[in-house]
């Protein structure tokens, strides 16, 4: 079956540590996103990559980092400088093209304590 | 910068009627698509529907279907014979072709269908 995995679905941290989440798509697409969302909000873009080695700073990009190396994996690191960690991480994938719409991952819930 | 504006945090409707949601956008371009995207409890985000703006016809997907304005930039969600699945949060997005075709989400609407 094609689609977006995403791993782990919970994941606990202790503040000051480094910790790095997943996401691979077997969609052959060449544009992959990370969303972060806060409870009762809409999702708000972090990274994105529409080719691999390469990707561009989102909205709220301040204390991630991304690699880019395969056309199916787009890993989010979530570094101690980002201030309030805690939330909801949603990663998509597209064909790239305005036209397409994003497919989405089934999240990580990263707690930050 | 483009924005998307959900007006109705909250909704609630009775199982097997009709249920609006409002949805509006803001921006310069004349070729645009637009999108309905549902997030049930499980926080999936699932594609709804999505409609084209060079296409005057209103998109439509079994229950679901869109009122799309293009002048006013009203692009509504119409859910018929409402089924309890239904409850989630639904969001409307817009891609954004400056920005590596991310989405801009407006803020939301968590829709409640009551038995």
């Known amino acids: 079956d094609g689609g977006i995995t995403q791993s782990p679905k919970y994941l606990f941290r202790k503040e000051g540590q480094n910790v790095t989440l997943s996401c691979e798509q077997n969609?052959?697409?060449?544009?992959m996103y990370w969303y972060r969302q806060d409870p009762g909000q809409g999702l708000r873009l972090i990274y994105y990559?529409?080719?691999?080695?390469?990707?561009q700073k989102g909205d709220i990009a301040e204390g991630y980092s991304v690699s880019r190396e395969k056309k199916e994996s787009f890993p989010l690191t979530v570094t101690s400088a980002q201030k309030n960690p805690t939330a909801f991480y949603l990663c998509?994938?597209?064909?790239?093209?305005?036209?397409?719409?994003?497919?989405f991952g089934p999240g990580t819930r990263l707690t930050v304590t | 910068a483009q924005t998307v504006t959900q007006s109705q945090p909250e909704m609630s409707v009775q199982e097997a009627e009709t249920v609006t949601l409002s949805c509006t956008y803001d921006?310069?371009?004349?070729?645009?698509?637009l999108f309905w995207y549902k997030q049930p409890p499980s926080r999936q985000m699932i594609l709804v529907i999505r409609?084209?703006?060079?296409?005057?016809q209103n998109a439509t997907e079994n229950r679901f279907s869109v009122n799309f304005q293009k002048a006013a930039k009203s692009f509504s969600l119409k859910i018929s014979d409402s089924q309890l699945g239904d409850t989630a949060m639904y969001f409307c997005?817009?891609?954004?072709?400056?920005?590596?075709?991310?989405?801009?989400f407006g803020g939301g609407t968590r829709l409640m269908v009551k038995p």
């Open positions: 409609q084209e703006a060079y296409k005057q």
């Open positions: 990559s529409q080719i691999v080695n390469d990707f």
């Open positions: 998509a994938s597209s064909q790239g093209r305005r036209t397409y719409e994003q497919y």
């Open positions: 921006t310069s371009e004349n070729n645009y698509y």
């Open positions: 997005a817009f891609p954004d072709n400056n920005a590596g075709n991310m989405l801009t």
């Open positions: 969609l052959n697409h060449d544009a």
